[in-house]
């Protein structure tokens, strides 16, 4: 006998009912402007998705400087704001909660992108090894990024409550905080790329200080109840490196245990970046870090509907992510309740260009199901 599905099964995070447990994760895919302002493409392709339960909108930088890649979008301008309210709306359209995901790179940027032309800053000169940046001209190595100064910090600490300020302004419902693949909250958790030894380096308590105080900052305009947090405790893709990661997460994860959390959003060890690999040797369980918190967790990551099902009935999870099969199928959930077949990812348009491989991927017709 067919067991009942929880992932239609309705749920309360921040406070807000939601239709169902699946969720659109977030995926970056570069339609903005070259100025970071969202477009009517992408209000037509979040409105074809809006089937999710929660929709987390793709990274979303804070400033011109958090940047890696060009046509990704921002928060940070009053032209932002005002272009984004119709892509939000277009997303709630079937009741779904909308987050906006704020977005800084750290040193995974490239002076070719960035404002002053100079070298990306993050929290210790250390540049990446092992993986290339993605230039207009071919992969290219990172560059050693520049030390940031406290002053520094503190402005971009500001610079992420402003950005929240402004998704509220947009019509947002809540902000998710990009703290995982490396990124550069990730990069003042790991040791690897942390060698400050000012108050933001050394100990765990100082390199979870950067997050903490982003989270503060951001709850001065929106309820704590209304902030998701986002990690990948067991990759190390874009060398993201840390003497004892499972110290590091779960440790990070206590600490935001009593903030009053939207949700923690978990990746699931197999994935790098965006695409799939071996479980790391030394991957911490997802079932392990997600007991450690005290509020709804998302688990995102290599999964289809059998395998959410069993999350969700595992206790492991509370909603699912669902990326790579959510680009393909604008219209997942209505295939996984009608069990319809799914349509293949196409490589051709992920990141950039116009409407092919972005809102050209086929909706069952209503009256089929
Ligand atoms: C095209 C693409 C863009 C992505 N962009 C982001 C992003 O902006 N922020 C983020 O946290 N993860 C990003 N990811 C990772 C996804 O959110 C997700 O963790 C990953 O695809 C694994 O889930 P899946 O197996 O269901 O696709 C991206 C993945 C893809 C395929």
Redesign the pocket.
């Known amino acids: 006998m067919e067991r009942r599905s929880r992932l239609f099964d309705s749920v309360v995070v921040g406070g807000q009912p939601l239709p169902n447990r699946i969720v659109l994760?977030?995926?970056?895919?570069s339609r903005a402007t070259d100025h970071g302002v969202p477009t009517p493409l992408m209000e037509e392709y979040y409105r074809q998705r809006s089937g999710a339960g929660l929709v987390i909108i793709?990274?979303t930088v804070i400033t011109p400087q958090a940047t890696a890649y060009p046509r990704v979008p921002g928060l940070y301008s009053a032209e932002q704001v005002a272009a984004w309210r119709p892509v939000v709306a277009a997303a709630k359209r079937d009741g779904a909660a909308v987050y906006a995901?704020l977005?800084h790179v750290g040193r995974q940027s490239h002076s070719s992108v960035q404002p002053d032309g100079l070298p990306p800053k993050a929290p210790s000169p250390i540049p990446i090894t092992g993986f290339q940046y993605r230039s207009a001209n071919g992969r290219i190595p990172y560059e050693t990024p520049r030390e940031l100064t406290t002053a520094e910090i503190a402005d971009i600490v500001q610079a992420y409550g402003t950005a929240a300020r402004n998704a509220v302004r947009a019509g947002f419902d809540g902000v998710e905080l990009?703290a995982?693949?490396g990124y550069l909250v990730d990069q003042f958790l790991n040791d690897g790329s942390n060698h400050r030894t000012d108050q933001y380096g050394g100990p765990l308590e100082n390199r979870t200080r950067f997050l903490l105080e982003v989270i503060a900052e951001m709850a001065r305009h929106l309820p704590a109840g209304r902030i998701g947090v986002?990690l990948s405790p067991s990759s190390d893709w874009m060398d993201a490196h840390d003497s004892d990661k499972r110290a590091l997460y779960s440790a990070v994860v206590r600490r935001l245990n009593g903030l009053g959390l939207a949700y923690l959003h978990l990746?699931e060890p197999e994935?790098a970046?965006?695409t799939?690999v071996d479980r790391p040797a030394d991957s911490i369980p997802t079932a392990s870090l997600a007991s450690l918190f005290d509020g709804a967790v998302i688990v995102?990551?290599?999964?289809d509907q059998e395998s959410g099902e069993r999350l969700l009935a595992d206790g492991i999870a509370d909603l699912v992510?669902?990326?790579?099969?959510f680009?393909a199928n604008p219209d997942l959930p209505r295939r996984f309740r009608t069990r319809a077949p799914l349509e293949p990812l196409r490589p051709a348009g992920?990141?950039g260009g116009g409407p092919e491989g972005y809102t050209d991927y086929p909706s069952l017709a209503i009256s089929g199901v």
Do not use: C, D, K, M
């Open positions: 994760p977030p995926l970056t895919r793709e990274g995901q977005w990009h995982a693949n986002r990746v994935i970046g965006s799939t995102t990551g290599g999964h992510g669902f990326g790579r099969l680009i992920i990141y």
